[in-house]
């Protein structure tokens, strides 16, 4: 069983440090979500994380970084890049960019791309990544399919039997997974919606963000991205405007589902209508309504701007047909 340590244990980063050092992934708490994360150099060390998350196949996975300048020796930061990553970053937005000539991300955390995903997180996560020295490759740290954790227990549950050490740094800020961009000659294309809003990246890029095709429910095609990647066991039906019978609701805003006096258990988001409150609670409803047993879970709508645009992208996959 993983041992769970808190981050503000003195010997939590030198622990750390030593079993990334052995190609042993580690779990650790980031503001978006918790990642399973480690040496993105070492591809022994990025085989465990796919061994550890039992994912179907190798998917590119984001590499973390503490600073500009180690993102620096790894991808060629454009201008246009830089002003992001000044403006965003420590934080939950992801950028696609070039590999560099210098880049000793291993293929394997790239897929063999001739892009690589970097993000620095925030707070505990970058203090570890500074210690380490390295770039950590870390996908979420839930089980492939799974929805993703944002508490160590979370995590414990998923992967308790599969890895050595999950940090504990409480409750992830924001609640989803960062924002992915890609910058390239072409502009900025949204490959992610997630913890930062894509008119606020906007506002700091001085020109429109490119939105692919989106499939049915709205739900944004990455690669890697599985269609019904977020998925509970239970049904999940979006839009709800009444509870059925047996079903557990997911409300937002305080507003009452007609029915819901049927229901098996009520959830709220956000009583005061907040998105940023909904997105911080979405994976825990979510993993708590698959719990209740319910047969499906009802989701009332939630508004699509700003944060919304993330809330509805991974309600989209929870609901997506399974495969
Ligand atoms: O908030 C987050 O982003 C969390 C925390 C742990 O940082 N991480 C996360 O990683 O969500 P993951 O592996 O679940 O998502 C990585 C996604 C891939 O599914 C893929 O769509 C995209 O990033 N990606 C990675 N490298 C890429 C590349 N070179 N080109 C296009 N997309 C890429
Ligand atoms: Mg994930």
């Given at each position: 069983m993983a041992r769970i340590l808190p981050i503000l244990d003195q010997t939590a980063i030198p622990l750390a440090i030593e079993a990334l050092r052995r190609g042993e992934p580690v779990a650790?708490?980031?503001?978006?979500?918790?990642?399973?994360?480690?040496?993105?150099?070492?591809?022994?060390?990025?085989a465990a994380i796919y061994e550890a998350k039992g994912r179907p196949r190798f998917n590119p996975l984001i590499s973390h970084v503490s600073d500009l300048d180690m993102a620096k020796v790894h991808v060629r930061v454009s201008p246009l890049a830089e002003k992001l990553a000044a403006a965003f970053w420590p934080g939950a937005l992801t950028l696609v960019l070039p590999l560099s000539d210098t880049c000793r991300i291993h293929p394997l955390a790239t897929a063999g791309l001739p892009t690589a995903a970097v993000r620095m997180p925030e707070g505990f996560a970058r203090d570890l990544i500074a210690a380490f020295g390295e770039p950590l490759a870390a996908p979420s740290a839930n089980r492939s399919g799974r929805v993703s954790p944002t508490s160590a227990r979370h995590v414990e549950e998923d992967l308790g039997e599969r890895i050595g050490l999950i940090l504990d740094g409480g409750r992830c800020r924001i609640g989803v997974e960062s924002t992915i961009l890609a910058v390239d000659d072409a502009g900025l294309r949204l490959l992610r919606p997630g913890g930062i809003p894509v008119d606020a990246i906007e506002m700091v890029a001085g020109q429109a963000i490119q939105r692919p095709a989106t499939q049915a429910g709205g739900a944004v095609i990455a690669p890697g991205m599985l269609a019904s990647h977020?998925?509970?066991?239970?049904?999940v039906r979006l839009n709800a405007t009444d509870a059925r019978s047996g079903e557990t609701v997911i409300r937002f805003g305080g507003v009452p589902l007609p029915g819901e006096d049927q229901a098996k258990m009520i959830l709220d988001l956000s009583p005061s209508g907040d998105l940023r409150e909904a997105a911080a609670n979405l994976f825990d409803f979510l993993k708590r309504a698959d719990a209740s047993g319910a047969a499906c879970i009802a989701v009332a709508p939630v508004p699509a701007h700003g944060l919304g645009e993330a809330i509805n992208d991974r309600l989209a996959r929870a609901a997506a047909p399974r495969d």
């Open positions: 650790v708490p980031t503001e978006t979500v918790y990642g399973l994360a480690a040496d993105a150099t070492n591809p022994a060390a990025i977020y998925a509970p066991s239970a049904a």
